[in-house]
């Protein structure tokens, strides 16, 4: 005799899942799949990248079953989950972006949300591949600390905690970072610091 999941709580079906029974994932998927798809997609606006990011957060979600509260409504929970994804896919298409415009970086965080108009695709796809060898030409220790603050948009000291590094030597090596990118990059008036 099977159990009819349809009639289970969210909080039966969470147990149920991190007990390892694949139909309670199976039956909190066909619950919440169509109102995260409709959060992400008003959200960003691209039903393909919707459903991929749909999948993206059931991934994350059911691989955090273990830490599910099952006191808070899961709606709420794959709902946040949902919300996370989107920003950190907002992230990424700001990261694109400004690497298809070759920006300095304390220009970062003006990047237009609108990709480049097709007409400018080849060119845009030549600069991010023109940036991303220049950056490939950089010493591993700047690199890092390049990608950590300017990509990740980690903060100094969460960058300096992770390198294990004092914050004044991130400083220093997101200038020279910086400094040295511009040079390789050929921007008028930059050198690379020796």
């Known amino acids: 005799m099977s159990l009819d999941l349809s ?5 039966e079906l969470a147990a149920f899942a991190r007990a390892g029974q694949q139909q309670a994932y199976r039956e909190l998927l066909r619950r919440y799949k169509t109102p995260v798809f409709r959060l992400i997609q008003s959200n960003i606006g691209d039903p393909d990248e919707a459903m991929d990011l749909t999948q993206e957060t059931f991934v994350a979600g059911f691989g ?3 830490r599910y509260d099952a006191d808070r409504p899961f709606r709420l929970w794959i709902a946040r ?3 996370n994804k989107c920003r950190d896919w907002a992230r990424r298409r700001t990261v694109r972006s400004f690497f298809s415009r070759a920006l300095p970086l304390e220009s970062a ?6 990709g480049p108009a097709p007409d400018a695709e080849a060119a845009d796809r030549a600069e991010l591949d023109r940036v991303r060898a220049a950056m490939a030409r950089l010493p591993a220790n700047l690199r890092e600390v390049l990608v950590l603050r300017g990509v990740e948009d980690l903060t100094q000291a969460e960058t300096a905690e992770l390198l294990q590094k004092s914050e004044k030597t991130v400083e220093m090596r997101l200038y020279r ?5 511009k040079a390789l990059l050929g921007e008028p008036g930059s050198r690379a610091p020796g």
């Open 7 to 11: 009639q289970c709580s969210d909080r």
């Open 64 to 66: 955090a079953i273990g």
């Open 81 to 83: 989950i949902a919300l």
């Open 109 to 114: 965080h003006d990047v237009a949300s609108d």
């Open 177 to 181: 970072a910086r400094a040295k990118l």
